[in-house]
């Protein structure tokens, strides 16, 4: 048995299940106390289970690596400052893209030496980012060669030295299997990561390093590779630490002996319940929607009603199967935990840097996980609205709630969540007992948050749907597509909970409007 397939036979000690009254529980608060008492929809962000899986990351690494470590969480997933200010308590850093999530690291608590400064947004009309990164000590993660230029003009200027890392560009020749990342198709995964946008390509990275080597005014400490979140098997990981221990080594003997005192590994490690993975194939109907489109096109030749009958059969074989599959084990996940990822990074990557004769003692090591931080450690609770059905022309029944898919898309990926019901547990019921139906928005737009998701047969306005896994990008990338206000946030720890981010109000909504 691999260690990827050993995943997917250990449960988890996960923070958000149902009671055994049937409540669904976020750590010790029932789902309809914080409904009640904050409104819904709701993000429910839960402590211990965010800390939880920050120690587990950071264990994997520290068991592995000879050298120290750091965890730099990206709050690109969410910059609540209640959050960062939690985070911060645990770790001194963390990786930010951005003048506000700047402002967040430094207003959460994080130490300016100790945060990375990351993405290619940083040459923008003006050089205020750089200088006030330069000024307060941040390290800087060159994305481009063309920043090198402003940068020692800024150190310089301010008598100082920058800080900086070099984000490389990794060849992964081994890395044939298709992309997870929706944005890249079914693009083999080395095309793929050539694809993305991210890092220095070759050509300019080699001068780059040794002009900065060579400044008075730079002190260039590491390198820095992320790859995304392109596969979740462990294989693919151990093959990329040893490519990108091949680059590194080959930067050392263009750099005439140049040795990193940093290496940062980036993120892109899956989540439990990873969206990507087996939950966005069962609830995606895409290949349904296919399967349909060709049907109803060869039953066209035979006219409207047997094109119609076709349809309506194949839809009942589909939904009879759905009906008939077990219940989500919320407990258990089909991804190596973040301890077995960052374990098998560190492993890899301290080898095949042994294997080139260099020496890790002495290097930090750093992550920058995001989703597999972020992502397990909250919920969204939204209420039924209302249940429609139609029975003519094809079978189709809705779910229609509060919330909508624009507050629940993030990271690369739709709303495939696991999604389960307040006090109706599935596994109560029988097959014949339970109902297939698309879980809706309220947006104008299809808003389909899970198709043909498998609900409790006497689910009714006012129940409580749950989306579990919710916490990487979704509240960030929310909008507000029909001037809807954003929904609110609570952190909950043990039997407390609190607001950490207040709901949006239409004022809000319309605050930067300029009338004529």
Same mark, same amino acid.
């Given at each position: 048995m691999t260690t990827s397939q050993a #995943?997917?036979?250990?449960a988890r000690n996960y923070l958000f299940g149902f009671a055994d009254d049937g409540r669904f529980l976020a750590e010790g608060v029932a789902v309809e106390e914080l409904a009640a008492t904050y409104g819904t929809p709701l993000h429910v962000v839960s402590k211990n289970q965010l800390l939880a899986n920050l120690h587990g990351l950071h264990s994997g690494m520290q068991s592995k690596w000879p050298g120290p470590t750091r965890v730099l969480p990206a709050i690109k997933s969410n910059t609540s400052f209640a959050l960062c200010r939690l985070l911060s308590a645990e770790t001194p850093g963390c990786d930010l893209f951005s003048e506000g999530e700047l402002i967040a690291a430094l207003r959460g608590g994080f130490e300016p030496g100790c945060l990375s400064l990351n993405g290619n947004s940083k040459l923008g009309s003006d050089t205020e980012l750089l200088r006030t990164a330069i000024t307060k000590g941040v390290r800087i993660t060159l994305d481009d060669a063309l920043e090198l230029d402003p940068i020692e003009a800024i150190a310089e200027e301010l008598g100082c030295r920058a800080t900086i890392r070099l984000r490389v560009r990794a060849r992964l020749p081994k890395a044939k299997a298709p992309t997870d990342f929706p944005v890249h198709g079914p693009l083999p995964t080395d095309v793929a990561a050539q694809a993305y946008k991210a890092g220095i390509p070759w050509e300019d990275l080699v001068p780059a390093g040794r002009r900065a080597i060579a400044s008075p005014h730079i002190d260039l400490v590491g390198l820095h590779l992320h790859l995304g979140r392109h596969r979740r098997e462990l294989t693919f990981w151990r093959q990329s630490m040893q490519a990108y221990a091949g680059l590194i080594a080959d930067l050392s003997r263009e750099w005439d002996g140049w040795l990193p005192r940093e290496i940062d590994v980036g993120g892109g490690f899956a989540q439990h319940l990873d969206p990507f993975a087996g939950y966005a194939h069962?609830? #995606?109907?895409?290949?349904?929607?296919?399967?349909?489109?060709? /049907?109803?096109?060869?039953?066209?030749?035979?006219?409207?009603?047997?094109?119609?009958?076709?349809v309506v059969s194949l839809l009942e074989k589909e939904r009879k199967g759905i009906r008939q599959r077990p219940p989500v084990d919320l407990e258990r996940s089909d991804v190596p935990s973040g301890e077995e990822y960052t374990a098998t990074v560190a492993a890899a990557l301290r080898d095949a840097l042994a294997a080139q004769h260099i020496d890790c003692r002495d290097i /930090?090591?750093?992550?920058?996980?995001?989703r597999a931080l972020f992502g397990s450690a909250?919920?969204?609770?939204?209420?039924v609205d209302f249940i429609k059905r139609q029975t003519l022309p094809?079978?189709?029944a809705w779910a229609v709630t509060d919330t909508s898919e624009v507050w /629940?898309?993030?990271?690369?990926?739709?709303?495939?969540?696991?999604?389960?019901?307040?006090?109706?547990?599935?596994?109560?019921?029988?097959?014949? /007992?339970?109902?297939?139906?698309?879980?809706?928005?309220?947006?104008?737009g299809p808003d389909q948050i899970i198709g043909d998701a498998c609900l409790p047969g006497d689910l009714a306005a006012g129940d409580r749907v749950v989306l579990v896994g919710t916490g990487a990008y979704q509240e960030m990338q929310s909008s507000n597509f029909n001037s809807m206000p954003r929904p609110a946030t609570v952190l909950v720890d043990g039997e407390h909970h609190r607001l950490i981010r207040r709901r949006e109000t239409i004022d809000d909504v319309f605050d930067r409007e300029i009338d004529l």
């Open positions: #995943s997917d036979e250990r069962e609830h #995606s109907t895409d290949r349904q929607y296919r399967m349909l489109g060709k /049907l109803m096109k060869v039953a066209g030749w035979f006219g409207d009603d047997a094109r119609y009958r076709s /930090l090591l750093e992550i920058e996980p995001g909250a919920i969204h609770i939204a209420r094809l079978p189709w /629940l898309q993030g990271g690369g990926h739709g709303p495939n969540h696991p999604c389960v019901v307040d006090g109706k547990p599935l596994e109560r019921y029988p097959a014949a /007992l339970r109902m297939v139906a698309d879980i809706a928005g309220k947006s104008c």
